[in-house]
């Protein structure tokens, strides 16, 4: 059986992400095993890592960092052995190089961009960015296969990543400015939306990520 590390390093939408991926899990043939952890041999020996988030960069970094060896799992996880990541919302931010929230805080650096306050052009357009999206653009099938594009999501944020690899974004979205709603590069996937949130298309998602081959 697989096992699916859940990274427990006291973000506020751990439960409702966790139940989610049961969900998701349960409709497969062969369900993974959904583990909640902060244990670094755990994380280091997953089949697959989802990193949940929500707050600011700084303090999800800094909270990650803080757990013994917990960095240096998933740099072993993700990166030497190639298991398949999820980021969620901040956790897909973490994987930026830095984010410029209360000052410059560097990230994972895993895909190349920076993280910063949204700036629509617009008062009406309000930030935090909170409600229902659509993705746009040429939907990366590896994350949202059997999903069309103009499928809605929701999006609950005042900062974003803008990947400096346009390759490596796998949807976008429009808030009074356009920003990637995710991104992924080889093994390496990030979604700005909550699937958990998101109803049956956010069960899709982590559907597919669960039984995604990178």
Same mark, same amino acid.
């Given at each position: 059986? #697989? ?14 992400? #966790? ?16 583990? @909640?952890? @902060? ?21 999800? &970094? ?21 298991? /398949? ?20 805080? /560097? ?15 617009? /008062? ?23 999903? /069309?594009?103009?499928?809605? &999501? ?16 796998? @949807? ?11 991104? =992924? ?6 979604? #700005? ?5 998101? #109803?049956?298309?956010? @069960? =899709? ?10």
């Amino acid at each position: 059986m #697989q096992t699916v590390a859940l990274i427990d390093y006291g973000s506020g939408n751990l439960p409702s992400a #966790q139940k989610a991926l049961l969900v998701a899990a349960s409709d497969l043939a062969k369900p993974p095993k959904i583990v @909640a952890t @902060a244990d670094a041999k755990t994380v280091a020996s997953a089949d697959r890592i989802v990193l949940p988030g929500v707050g600011a960069f700084a303090a999800c &970094m800094s909270s990650l960092a803080s757990l013994p060896g917990l960095l240096e799992a998933l740099d072993h996880a993700v990166r030497a052995r190639g298991a /398949p990541f999820l980021g969620i919302c901040v956790g897909m931010q973490l994987m930026a190089e830095r984010g410029l929230e209360f000052g410059e805080t /560097p990230g994972l650096a895993w895909v190349t961009g920076d993280v910063r306050r949204l700036a629509p052009p617009s /008062p009406r357009f309000k930030v935090p960015h909170m409600g229902w999206n659509t993705l746009d653009g040429d939907l990366d099938q590896a994350l949202f296969a059997g999903l /069309p594009a103009g499928t809605h &999501m929701y999006f609950t944020h005042s900062f974003a990543f803008f990947a400096a690899d346009l390759g490596a974004v796998a @949807a976008w979205t429009t808030h009074g400015e356009t920003f990637p709603a995710a991104v =992924r590069r080889d093994n390496l996937a990030g979604v #700005q939306f909550h699937p958990e949130k998101s #109803q049956g298309a956010g @069960a =899709r998602v982590l559907a597919n990520f669960l039984a995604w081959r990178p």
